[in-house]
C-alpha cells in the first residue's frame, strides 16, 4: 500500500489542453501541493500541456511511473488497464466513474479490469473514487480542483464516497486538524478498507484513523485491525437501513440485525462510531488536541446556563467533575465585584469581567493535578472583540505547553466562529455538548487488546457437538432433544429432560423426574415456535395430568416426539444467542428473554468469542440490568454462573462454524444459578468464512 502513496512518477491518463478537462485538476493538485517527482500526462490526440507533452499512449513513456491515475469514459479503462500491464505499472488509482454503480450491466467492465489487474499482478484504488492524498511526499491526486491548503498532521481518512471524503478533507482544513493521508477507495474492486487500514495502523505518519463506509468487505479482519492498535479509529458507517434479505427464524437473528452488529463490533475493538458527519467532526478535532490522561474535567464558562448544560453532557459522556482547590479559586473571589456566585466546579464567571485574569483562570487549570481536560466556554461580542481574540489565540499555547486539551467553545456568530478560527492554533467548539463530546471520546480512543480470560474453555465436547450438529434435518434445524445435548456438550446448564414417543413414555418419563414437570413437542421447524403452536403445557403435577396432556398433543400436533422436562421455578427469564453474521463471523447475544424478546428488544452484543469482562459489559449494558442485581425484594442473579454461560456459548460459538443461529430463550437466572430450558438451532455448514 505504501506505493499508492510515495510514488517517486506519477502518469495522469486522460489529460487533454481542452477546457473543462477534469484531468488538468489532478495535474494542478499536484502542482500547488508541490509533488517533486517525474509527472507523466497521457491522452490519445497527444499535444502539450502548460509546457509538458502530452504522450498518445502509455507505451510510449519514457519511463515506467510508480503511480497511473486514470480518468477517462468506462469503456476505455479496461484497454489503459492492459497497456499499464504491458508497461510493468504496478498501481493504478482509477478515478473514472460509471460502472456497476451506474447500471448493473456494466459489471463486465469491472470483470475486465479486475482480470487485466490479476494479469499482471497489479493493485489498483477505485474506481469511482476521487483518489489519493499524502502530506509528506505532497502527492494529491484528486480530479476535483482542492482550493484550500491541506494542514499537514496525523490524521489519515479513508472514504468509499467521494464527496463525503472531500467533505471531512475541507473540515479538517478549516478546523486546525492536520492530515497525513487521504484515500477515495469507490467500488473496492481491488484495494479496501482491510488493506489500507492494515497499512495505516502501521504508517510512522498516521497518528488516528477516520473510516467513511457505506459497506464492509470484512467485518472480522476490520475489528481484529482496529482491535490490534492504539491509533484511536473513527469509523462513520453509513447505509444502516440495508439489514439481511434472508428471513430471520430465530429470535436472536432477528434482534441481532447487520447494524447492531457493526455497532457491538465497533465497541469491542475500542473504535469510535460516529452517525453523522458533523459528530464525526467534532470527534477529529478532539483527537487534535492532547490525548486526556483520564476523564477528570474542569468546566469554566462565562455563562451560568452554558455551565449548567455543560456539566449535563459531563454527567451523560461519564465525565468526573473534581472540585476546584481553594488556593485555585481564592484569586478568583477577590477579583469578583459582586461575589454573589458560588465558585465551583462548573466554574461560573458571569461575575467576573478581567480578561487578562482568564489566561491565569484557564493556565492554573491545566497545571492543577486532579483535572485532565479543561472546557472553556467563551462568548463575546462588541467591545469585547479585539481582547477576546487575544484571548482565543493564548488558549491555543497554553493547551499546547501544558499538554493538556482544552475544549475552547465560542459563543459568537458565524462570522466571527471565522475570524477567531484565523487566530487560534486549537479546533473551536460551538456549543459545549460538542466540546465534551470530542473529549471524552478522545480519551476512550484506542483498541482494546484481547486478552486471554476465557478461563471456562475447559470441558467443551467438540466430538459431541460435532456429531450432534451432523443429526440436523434438511432444513437444517436441530430437534429439541438434540439441541438442549448440545448446550450440555458445551457445559451450559440445561433443565433435567427425557424424551418419550407417545403418553405412557412420558407417564413414565415424568415418574422418573419428579413431579411438576413441562411437556414440549418435538417436530421440526413448524414447532419451532412452541408456545405459539401449542406446543408446550406447563405444570403438570401428576400422572393422568401428562397421559392426558400428552395424548392430546400427539392427536392434535402429530409430533415426532416428545420432550419431559423437569419444571424449574421462579428466576429472572433471560435469553441468549449465536448468530452467524456473514461478515463479522459469530456473534453471541444476551438480553431479556421469554416470549416477549422480541418485543423488548433488550440485548447487547459481541463477537464470539468473549472473556470475562466483554461477559459482564454485556450484562451491565441492558437496560433491565437492574433486574439481574436485585429488584424490589428480588435476590440477585449468579454473575458469576450467568458470566461463565455466556462465555461458554461464545466458545461454542467460534469452535462450531457450522452453527447458522441458536437460541436459549429462555435462560433462567437466579442466585444458585443458571438452567436452560429451550433451545433452538439451526445448522448451515455451507456459509462461507469472514473475508471469503
Not at 461575575?351 to 483562570?361: G, K, M
Not at 418485543?599 to 470475562?612: E, I, K, T
Amino acid at each position: 500500500m505504501k506505493q499508492f502513496f510515495y510514488p517517486s512518477s506519477v502518469a495522469i491518463l486522460g489529460v487533454s489542453p481542452r477546457p473543462g478537462n477534469m484531468g488538468r485538476n489532478i495535474l494542478a493538485n499536484l502542482e500547488n501541493i508541490g509533488f517533486p517527482g517525474e509527472i507523466f500526462l497521457v491522452s490519445p490526440k497527444g499535444g502539450e500541456l502548460g509546457g509538458r507533452p502530452i504522450y498518445s499512449s502509455v507505451a510510449e513513456l519514457p519511463q515506467t511511473p510508480d503511480l497511473a491515475v486514470v480518468l477517462t469514459p468506462a469503456a476505455t479503462v479496461p484497454g489503459l488497464v492492459e497497456d499499464c500491464g504491458q508497461k510493468g505499472v504496478k498501481r493504478m488509482v482509477i478515478e473514472t466513474g460509471g460502472f456497476r454503480e451506474l447500471a448493473d450491466d456494466r459489471r463486465s467492465l469491472e470483470n475486465q479490469i479486475v482480470e487485466a489487474s490479476r494479469k499482471y499482478g497489479m493493485r489498483f484504488i477505485g474506481p469511482n473514487c476521487i483518489g489519493v492524498i499524502c502530506t509528506e511526499s505532497k502527492l494529491s491526486v484528486p480530479f476535483p480542483l482542492l482550493d484550500r491548503p491541506i494542514r499537514p498532521g496525523g490524521l489519515s481518512i479513508l472514504a468509499q464516497s467521494g464527496g463525503i471524503g472531500l467533505t471531512y478533507l475541507h473540515g479538517c482544513s478549516e478546523n486546525k486538524v492536520g492530515v497525513a493521508k487521504f484515500c477515495s477507495m469507490g467500488n473496492k474492486l481491488n484495494v479496501n478498507e482491510r488493506d489500507l487500514l492494515a497499512y495505516l495502523v502501521d504508517d510512522p505518519q498516521t497518528e488516528a484513523i477516520l473510516l467513511y463506509l457505506e459497506s464492509i468487505v470484512d467485518g472480522r479482519a476490520l475489528y481484529d485491525l482496529i482491535r490490534s492498535t492504539s491509533k484511536p479509529v473513527v469509523v462513520h458507517k453509513s447505509n444502516i437501513g440495508a439489514t439481511s434479505h434472508a428471513i430471520a427464524s430465530s429470535h436472536t437473528a432477528a434482534l441481532a440485525n447487520d447494524d447492531a452488529v457493526v455497532d457491538a463490533a465497533l465497541k469491542q475493538a475500542g473504535a469510535i462510531r460516529a452517525h453523522t458527519v458533523h459528530e464525526c467532526m467534532q470527534i477529529v478535532k478532539g483527537l487534535s488536541l492532547p490525548k486526556p490522561k483520564g476523564r477528570r474535567l474542569a468546566i469554566i464558562s462565562r455563562s451560568g446556563g452554558h455551565a449548567v448544560v455543560s456539566a449535563d453532557a459531563a454527567f451523560r459522556h461519564d465525565m468526573v467533575l473534581p472540585p476546584f482547590p481553594e488556593e485555585y479559586l481564592a484569586p478568583i473571589q477577590e477579583a469578583t465585584r459582586a461575589s454573589v456566585i458560588h465558585l465551583q466546579n462548573p466554574l461560573d464567571l458571569g461575575d467576573l469581567f478581567h480578561f487578562e485574569l482568564y489566561v491565569d483562570i484557564v493556565k492554573n487549570a491545566l497545571a492543577q493535578e486532579d483535572f485532565d481536560a479543561v472546557v472553556m466556554v467563551h462568548g463575546y461580542r462588541g467591545p469585547e472583540v479585539e481582547v477576546s481574540r487575544q484571548f482565543v489565540a493564548k488558549v491555543g499555547e497554553l493547551c499546547k505547553q501544558a499538554g493538556k486539551p482544552v475544549a475552547l467553545v465560542l459563543l459568537v456568530d458565524p462570522e466571527e466562529m471565522i475570524e477567531a478560527a484565523k487566530l487560534s492554533s486549537i479546533p473551536l467548539f460551538p456549543f459545549a455538548e460538542e466540546g465534551i463530546l470530542a473529549l471524552s471520546c478522545s480519551q476512550k480512543a484506542g483498541g482494546i487488546p484481547v486478552t486471554d480470560r476465557l478461563g471456562c474453555a475447559e470441558g467443551f465436547d467438540q466430538d459431541m457437538a460435532q456429531r450432534l450438529l451432523a443429526s440436523a434435518g434438511p432444513d437444517g434445524w436441530l430437534d429439541l432433544p438434540e439441541a438442549l445435548h448440545l448446550l450440555n456438550a458445551a457445559r451450559i446448564p440445561v433443565a433435567p429432560f427425557v424424551t418419550a414417543l407417545d403418553a405412557e413414555d412420558a407417564v413414565h418419563a415424568a415418574e422418573t423426574l419428579g413431579y411438576p414437570v413441562v411437556l414440549k413437542a418435538v417436530g421440526g421447524a413448524e414447532l419451532l415456535h412452541k408456545t405459539e403452536a401449542g406446543g408446550v403445557v406447563l405444570g403438570l403435577e401428576d400422572a393422568e395430568a401428562v397421559r392426558a396432556a400428552a395424548q392430546k398433543m400427539m392427536d392434535r400436533l402429530k409430533p415426532q416426539r416428545l420432550v419431559v422436562m423437569q419444571q424449574i421455578g421462579g428466576g429472572q427469564e433471560l435469553i441468549m444467542g449465536i448468530k452467524r453474521d456473514p461478515g463479522f463471523g459469530p456473534v453471541v447475544l444476551l438480553g431479556l428473554g421469554g416470549v416477549t424478546a422480541e418485543a423488548l428488544g433488550d440485548v447487547s452484543l459481541r463477537l464470539a468469542p468473549v472473556d470475562d469482562n466483554e461477559a459482564g459489559q454485556m450484562m451491565d449494558e441492558l437496560k433491565g440490568a437492574a433486574l439481574l442485581k436485585g429488584f424490589r425484594g428480588r435476590p440477585p442473579v449468579s454473575r458469576a454462573a450467568l458470566l461463565e454461560a455466556v462465555m461458554r456459548l461464545a466458545i461454542l460459538a467460534d469452535r462450531m462454524p457450522a452453527i447458522a443461529e441458536l437460541d436459549v430463550n429462555p435462560l433462567l437466572a437466579g442466585p444458585g444459578g443458571v438452567m436452560a430450558v429451550d433451545a433452538r438451532v439451526r445448522v448451515a455448514g455451507d456459509l462461507p468464512k469472514p473475508g471469503h
